[in-house]
């Protein structure tokens, strides 16, 4: 009787509800009772209590300093390779015309992903590091912003468009080219702090 009294007492706190968070890299729905206790940093803020997906409200937040840095590489062939160092590619230079593409592609992030907010970005590069032995062509972006929200979809959008550009600029001579490693690396500012990837270490 003990137990079926307590069970009744707090079954409000196990009714289920469409809140999750992050638990050991997998999705954990909660419930009522757990959803006050969920540390800020594992709950997943693009939806609301009714686990209804919405922009996150950065109104509140301070305008602070955020980079984030990016990065990812294209594996190619030999003919590849030497088509893009010799500048040969018919459809122009390719290291050139994939930097531009990176750069709109970050200006857009937020309007190819749903929740991603407007940013006046102050600074964004894209650098490419080419290594001739593995015939890889790495591609790194760099934003930056003074603002309430971060850059790291800028930045990873802008690695993704970029590759994706050699991948169409080269296509014709190999269809077999391979995007892989695509990563965040470091993100800087907002409430979260620091944060570099254990594999750029």
């Known amino acids: 009787m003990e137990n079926k009294d307590m069970i009744n007492k707090n079954e409000k706190d196990y009714e289920e509800t469409n809140i999750v968070k992050v638990e050991k890299g997998e999705l954990k729905k909660l419930d009522k009772g757990e959803v006050d206790k969920i540390d800020s940093n594992t709950k997943l803020t693009h939806f609301d209590d009714e686990g209804n997906a919405i922009m996150v409200d950065v109104s509140g937040k301070q305008d602070t300093t955020r980079t984030a840095v990016a990065k990812g590489k ?9 088509a893009i160092i010799n500048r040969e590619v018919k459809k122009g230079d390719v290291l ?5 593409a990176g750069i709109m592609a970050v200006k857009k992030t ?25 015939n890889e062509v790495e591609a790194i972006c ?5 603002g309430k929200t971060g850059v790291e979809m800028e930045a990873l959008m802008g690695v993704h468009i970029a590759l994706l550009t050699i991948y169409d600029m080269c296509k014709a001579i190999d269809k077999s ?9 470091k993100k800087t500012g907002g409430k979260s702090g620091t944060y570099v990837n254990e594999r750029d270490k």
């Open 74 to 82: 294209i594996k190619v062939n030999k003919d590849v390779m030497d």
């Open 96 to 100: 050139a015309v994939a930097q531009i």
């Open 110 to 134: 937020w309007e190819l992903i749903p929740l991603c907010h407007p940013l006046m970005l102050q600074k964004c590069s894209i650098d490419f590091d080419i290594d001739k032995d593995k």
């Open 142 to 146: 760099t934003v930056k912003v003074d």
């Open 177 to 185: 080219m391979v995007m892989t490693d695509i990563h965040l690396v």
